[in-house]
C-alpha cells in the first residue's frame, strides 16, 4: 500500500508538473490544481503504463480519491 | 517522443524561433494534438502560433465568411478529419448510396477546400484517412464496393489524385504511420469512447512531427545530399580485410539487408537527392565492389562525390561542403561507426547525424521512419541533379588548365535561355524560392499557387533563366519577379542557384532586364537587400551590379546603365 502510494507520488508529481506535490488516500480531484477530465486521461494512462495494467473504462471515470485508485491496484495486482 | 516527454516541451523558451501560424480544425477532441504540435514545434526551433477552434465545429469555421479561422488568417490550415466521423455516415447511408461514398465524401471535402482558397491563402494539411475494415464482409470486403474498407480506400485513392492538382494541398500519410506504429500503440478506445480523442495520446506526438516536417519542408529547410561510409554501412564487412568475395552484399550472409538499403539510397539519388560517399580507405580498394561487385546496387556514377582517403571525416566533409555549395543543414551523415558520428556531430551539429540501430539489418527500417526527406515539391530537373554536380566537378577540372577567369568563363560556351514563366517552369521556380537561400536576395517563399498567380498577373515581370554550357545544361538556374510600380520595376525576388556561382550570370541577367525595362518604359530598377543566416553571399550584389543605396532600396536609373561584360549568349 506505501508502495503504492509512492509510486503514484511520483507520477501525480510527473503529470501535474508539480514536483513538491503530496498526496494522500483521501486526495481527490478538487485537491489538486489543474485536476480535471484531460488530466485525469493523461494520470490514468501514466498509472497503467506505470504498473502495466488497464483500468477498464468505466473504473476510471469513477475513481473518487486517490485511494480508490489505490484499491483497484492492489485487486489487480494481487490477481497476477 | 511520448507524449509526456513532449509536454515538457511546453514550458521552454521559444521566443528566439520562426513564428508560424497555424490552425486546427478538428471534428474529434483536438487538445492533445494541437499540445503535440506545440511542443513538437520546439524540436524544429518553431514557434506555433495556434488556433484551435471549438470542439467539432469545422464546417462553421470554413462556411462563416467572418469566422474566428479568418480573423486569425493562418499561414498553414491543419484539416484533422477523422474516418470516426467519416464511418457515422457510411452507416446510415442506404446500400446504393453506400456505392458513391467515397465521389460524395470527396466532393464535400472538395467543397470546402474550395471555400478556404476563396477567403484565405494557406496551405492546407490533410491526413489520408485511416483505412479500417470493419469485418461485416470479412476479406471479401476488399471486392464489395459497399464495405466501408472498399469505400476507405477509394476516396484515400481519390484525394490523392485529387491533391495533385492542388499545389496548396498536403496530405500526411496516415495510414502508413499507423501500419508502423502498431494498432496497440496508435488507438485507444478508452480516450475515444470517453473523450472523443480518436488516437493514443502517443500517436498525437507522432502525427505532429509529420506536420512539422512538412511545414520545415515547405520553409525550404530540406535534407539536399546524402553522405555514406561504406565498410558496415553500404555492405557488411571490411573490403580491405575481407575482399571483394567476401563483403556482405547481396546473397552473402545478411547481404540482403544492405542490398534493400542500396536499393533505397537509389531511390533517393532518383528522386534528386545527392550521393557522397566518405570512406577511410585508399580509394582504388574502396571503388572496386562498385565497379567489380556483380550485386552491388549502387554505382560508381550515382555519386557526385566519392571521398575515400585517410582524412578525417570532418575534413572530407568541409571539402564536399566547397565542392557541392550546399549547406551543412540540408546535410544527412549516415555511418555505423559511433566515433565518427560524434567526430561528425561535434564538427558540424548542423549536420543530421542518424544513431544507427546496432543490428544492420534494422538501418534501413530505421531511416526511413525518420522522414528525413520530406518535401513539398518535385520536377524533372531533380532527376538530373547527381548529373549536374557531376558535371561541375568536371568543370572545376577544367578550370585549372586556363590561366585567368575570363579565358576560362569564354571556354565554357555558356548559352542562357530567357522566358516568361510558363506551366512547366512553374513548379521548378515554386522550388527554387523554397530551396535557394544563399543567392537570394529577400528569401520569400512562393508556394506553386502563388508562382502561378504571379505569372497570370500585370503587376509583374517574371522571367526564367536557363544556362547551358559545353559540359552540360545547368537547367533552370535562376528567377526573377519584377513588381511594377509607378516609373519602376522593384526587384520582389532574384534568386540563382549557387550551382552557377561565378560565371558571371547576374551580369547576364541584369543586362536583359535593363533591357526589358527600357523597352516597357520604366526609368528604374530598384532593389532590397533582407539578410538572413545564410544570404550573406548577396550582401554586396545590388552594389556590385551598379545600385546606388537610398535608406535601405536600392536604385538603378535604366537610361544611364552601361551593360556589364559577360560571357554568356542569349539563347
Not at chain 1, 12 to 18: A, D, E, W, Y
Not at chain 2, 72 to 91: A, G, M, N, R
Not at chain 2, 232 to 261: H, S
Not at chain 2, 316 to 344: A, C, H, Q, T, W
Request: include cysteine; glycine fraction near 4%; charge should be negative.
Amino acid at each position: 500500500m506505501q508502495h503504492f502510494l509512492s509510486d503514484l507520488t511520483k507520477i501525480f508529481r510527473t503529470v501535474f508538473q508539480n514536483p513538491l506535490l503530496e498526496i494522500s488516500k483521501e486526495t481527490k480531484a478538487a485537491d489538486i490544481d489543474g485536476w480535471d477530465s484531460l488530466q485525469h486521461f493523461i494520470l490514468i494512462l501514466s498509472i497503467e503504463k506505470h504498473f502495466n495494467i488497464k483500468f477498464t473504462t468505466e473504473e476510471s471515470r469513477n475513481f473518487l480519491n486517490v485511494g480508490q485508485i489505490i484499491d483497484s491496484l492492489e485487486k489487480k495486482l494481487n490477481h497476477q | 517522443m511520448d507524449f509526456l516527454t513532449l509536454r515538457q516541451n511546453l514550458t521552454k523558451d521559444f521566443s528566439d524561433f520562426k513564428r508560424i501560424k497555424i490552425a486546427l480544425l478538428g471534428d474529434s477532441s483536438t487538445q492533445f494534438l494541437a499540445q503535440s504540435l506545440r511542443g513538437y514545434a520546439y524540436e524544429y526551433q518553431f514557434a506555433f502560433e495556434l488556433f484551435e477552434s471549438e470542439y467539432n465545429q469545422v464546417e462553421q469555421e470554413i462556411s462563416s465568411p467572418n469566422s474566428e479561422l479568418y480573423h486569425f488568417s493562418p499561414v498553414y490550415l491543419f484539416l484533422f478529419l477523422s474516418t470516426q466521423k467519416l464511418q457515422k455516415d457510411f452507416y446510415k447511408k442506404p446500400g446504393d448510396e453506400k456505392t458513391t461514398f467515397a465521389e460524395d465524401t470527396l466532393k464535400k471535402i472538395e467543397h470546402l477546400l474550395a471555400l478556404i482558397n476563396a477567403k484565405t491563402n494557406t496551405k492546407i494539411l490533410l491526413p489520408l484517412f485511416s483505412e479500417i475494415n470493419d469485418y461485416s464482409f470479412g476479406n471479401f470486403a476488399t471486392k464489395v464496393e459497399q464495405s466501408l474498407i472498399y469505400q476507405l480506400k477509394k476516396l484515400n485513392f481519390l484525394l490523392m489524385e485529387f491533391a495533385k492538382k492542388c499545389p496548396n494541398l498536403f496530405l500526411i500519410d496516415l495510414p502508413s504511420l499507423e501500419r508502423e506504429t502498431g494498432d496497440s500503440l496508435t488507438r485507444d478506445k478508452k480516450l475515444y469512447i470517453s473523450g472523443d480523442f480518436i488516437y493514443h495520446i502517443d500517436f498525437f506526438p507522432i502525427i505532429a512531427k509529420h506536420v512539422c516536417d512538412i511545414i520545415a519542408a515547405s520553409l525550404g529547410k530540406i535534407k539536399k545530399c546524402l553522405i555514406v561510409d561504406l565498410d558496415n554501412t553500404l555492405w557488411g564487412g571490411i573490403i580491405g580485410e575481407d575482399g571483394i568475395e567476401r563483403i556482405q552484399i547481396g546473397g552473402l550472409g545478411i547481404g540482403k539487408a544492405f542490398t534493400e538499403l542500396q536499393q533505397w539510397i537509389l531511390e533517393l539519388k532518383n528522386r534528386g537527392i545527392i550521393l557522397a560517399v566518405c570512406s577511410k580507405n585508399d580509394e582504388d580498394t574502396a571503388k572496386e565492389p562498385f565497379q567489380k561487385h556483380q550485386e552491388m546496387v549502387l554505382r560508381l556514377d550515382d555519386f557526385a562525390l566519392f571521398l575515400a582517403n585517410r582524412n578525417s571525416k570532418a575534413e572530407n566533409i568541409k571539402y564536399l561542403k566547397s565542392v557541392l555549395n550546399i549547406g551543412f543543414d540540408s546535410m544527412v551523415f549516415v555511418d555505423d561507426s559511433p566515433f565518427e558520428r560524434n567526430l561528425v556531430k561535434s564538427h558540424f551539429p548542423e549536420i543530421c547525424v542518424p544513431e544507427l540501430p546496432e543490428d544492420p539489418v534494422e538501418y534501413l527500417t530505421f531511416l526511413q521512419k525518420l522522414n528525413l526527406f520530406e518535401t513539398t515539391s518535385y520536377s524533372e530537373e531533380d532527376q538530373n541533379r547527381t548529373k549536374q554536380y557531376q558535371q561541375e566537378s568536371q568543370r572545376t577540372a577544367s578550370q585549372m588548365t586556363f590561366s585567368s577567369e575570363d579565358e576560362y568563363l569564354e571556354s565554357l560556351e555558356m548559352k542562357c535561355n530567357v522566358k516568361p514563366f510558363d506551366s512547366f517552369t512553374i513548379p521548378r521556380i515554386a522550388q527554387l524560392t523554397q530551396r535557394s537561400n544563399q543567392f537570394n536576395l529577400r528569401t520569400i517563399r512562393y508556394s506553386e499557387s502563388d508562382i502561378k498567380s504571379i505569372t497570370s498577373s500585370d503587376e509583374y515581370i517574371a522571367l526564367s533563366f536557363s544556362l547551358k554550357d559545353k559540359f552540360g545544361d545547368n537547367g533552370l538556374i535562376s528567377a526573377v519577379i519584377l513588381k511594377k510600380e509607378t516609373e519602376t520595376l522593384f526587384l520582389d525576388t532574384f534568386i540563382m542557384s549557387c550551382r552557377v556561382l561565378r560565371r558571371g550570370v547576374e551580369f547576364f541577367i541584369l543586362n536583359q532586364l535593363c533591357k526589358i525595362a527600357e523597352e516597357k518604359g520604366f526609368a528604374y530598377i530598384t532593389g532590397e537587400y533582407i539578410q538572413t543566416s545564410k544570404n550573406g553571399l548577396v550582401k554586396n550584389l545590388l552594389a556590385d551590379l551598379g545600385f546606388t543605396q537610398k535608406n535601405d532600396i536600392w536604385q538603378l536609373a535604366v537610361g544611364s546603365y552601361m551593360p556589364n561584360k559577360t560571357f554568356i549568349s542569349k539563347d
